[in-house]
């Protein structure tokens, strides 16, 4: 039998405040893609240093440290397991490309993320 995970979101909502399965891991992720680690108070381990990265030249070793950041928050939800991961250079920000699965579940999601450092923000593309 499935889960079902249920959640709450405000972000680019009118009415309905609530969601369910993967569009959930998917904010939930990008939250913690938006937050610089150490920030969010009470949680100094929550978030991300990616941003630290986004004006370093891209060197080999630094596409590896990206690696394995995205690795290690996204093994802090357990709804998911990571098959693959790309980064690209790109428009002066960092494009990730992830392959999920829902551990429940087969299926398969890819997620592409670009991290802006004009906006200053982590979007999915």
Do not use: C, H
């Not at 990265?53 to 891209?58: A, G, I, R, V």
């Not at 690696?67 to 397991?81: K, M, N, S, T, Y």
């Not at 428009?91 to 392959?99: A, D, P, S």
């Amino acid at each position: 039998m499935a889960q079902t995970f249920i959640g709450f979101n405000t972000i680019n909502q009118v009415k309905k405040f609530v969601l369910t399965g993967f569009p959930l891991i998917q904010r939930d992720l990008l939250n913690a893609f938006n937050i610089r680690q150490g920030q969010l108070p009470g949680r100094p381990g929550y978030g991300t240093v990616i941003w630290d990265y986004l004006f370093e030249p891209q060197l080999e070793a630094l596409q590896r440290n990206i690696q394995l950041e995205v690795q290690r928050v996204i093994a802090g939800d357990p709804r998911v397991a990571i098959s693959d991961i790309q980064t690209y250079p790109q428009n002066n920000g960092i494009l990730i490309e992830i392959e999920l699965t829902v551990v429940s579940t087969t299926n398969a999601e890819r997620l592409s993320i670009f991290f802006d450092p004009q906006q200053g923000n982590a979007t999915y593309v």
